[in-house]
């Protein structure tokens, strides 16, 4: 049997092929196969060298004569395919007989004539299904495409730009990682992952990514921008980066792009709530369109229409955290004395509101008003020790009511916590001054022209 089962591994596929048909045709015609004999077996024979050119005359066919096939190997070395006659047998049960051989002794040469399709040809049917919008199957051809060739960076681009329309984030983010391995600064390509990684929830690459693909021009028109800058506030605003956030929807605004999903998430930003717009409350949405649109009239230049807004959102939600100190932190643009009133109001309705208190005590030492500034600023300090600009408000105000040592001490104190804070280095030197420390001074004047000319900005 061992002998058999290697013969038959070596026979060509096309002999088992023509065997099967010989089989299955019509009528049977051929003549007698020589090794036939009286005994009604009838038969033929096949050379194991792989060499045939065709199927030998291996079955004699009469009338009403049925057979079964099997299989012999003779002295002579030759493997024979004998018919035996059985009645009340088809030429279908012969054929089935012959399959079932085909599957008990598979031929190892199929697999070698059925050659695998080359990178080229799998790319071009990608490229084709990507066209003819075959989402699923363009998916899949690009993904055994890039089996045979992973250096393919239009693969990557076009695989993980599927994915994403598809809804698969996830394995979006994994091939437009392989494509910037290959290619670092394709700003698309990390923009586009930013975007994937702000649908999984993964904040905080998402902005990187989008940052550094806005940095290698990935805003290449005027749409593509408006998403990126709309993600990067989105994520800004629930990263608590409430300032840097408004900045980008500024944008918006000059441009005079607007919608109720913009102006909700504006208003997240003004009232500082770490939210995407998807995750606020149904109940939360009148709230957050009114200071979104308040904002926005704000930030388009129309401070009467700005001014009336606010008005509203007042009368609207008077207990609104956040709301009169975020219309003071705009009011600060013309001059601390329009701005302190709205912190003031703030600490009314929230006292515990630390932002609202530092900067009400700052505006006050801004209008020159340190006495009234200096319970608030220790009450800053009480409260956000381990904060510089804690630590500057107090020791502005204490050095501003003649408390020129404890100034000093709270400033240097300041400057530990935050070295380049160019307004601690400011008020340091005026305290030094203060004191006839004229040495100390002008060296934290040098400093303070250097941090300037580095771009150091005030805090």
Known sequence: ?????????????????QVLLRLLEPSWNESAAADGGDDGNFGGR????????????????????DVVVDLALFGDGMLRFVMKSWQHMCRVEAAACLLLLLAFFPFDGLAAQNSSPSFEEVAAEADAARDANEIPRAIELY???????????????????LQYGSGAYEAAVDALSHLLTLHPDAGQALALRGLCEFETGDYTHSLADIGKGLAFGAADDAHHEQI???????????????????????AFAEHRLSSPELLAAIGLA???????????????QALLTSAGDATYKFMEGDQRAAQQAFNNLFERFPTARNAHYHYGTLLLAFGPEAAAPQFKKELEIAPD????????????LMESRSDEALPYARRVAQELPERAVSQLVLGRASLDTGNVAAGIEHLQRGIKLEPDNLELHIALAKAYSKSGRDEEARRERAL???????GATHP
């Open 1 to 17: 049997m061992p002998r058999v089962t290697a013969a038959l591994r070596q026979m060509p596929p096309a002999i088992w092929t």
């Open 46 to 65: 096949w050379e194991g060298s792989g060499e045939a050119a065709g199927v030998p005359d291996v079955f004699v066919a009469h009338e009403n004569v």
């Open 143 to 161: 993904t055994q495409a890039l089996q045979r060739n992973a250096k393919w960076e239009d693969g990557w681009w076009s695989l993980g730009t």
């Open 228 to 250: 990126l800058r709309y993600h990067e506030a989105m994520l800004l605003t629930r990263l608590g980066r409430f300032p840097e956030a408004l900045r980008v929807y500024s």
């Open 270 to 284: 003004a009232l500082r709530m770490p939210l995407l717009p998807k995750d606020a409350s149904a109940d939360q």
């Open 353 to 364: 509101n630390t932002d609202a208190l530092v900067s009400f005590a700052w505006s006050l």
């Open 448 to 454: 303070c022209l250097q941090m300037t000319r580095n």
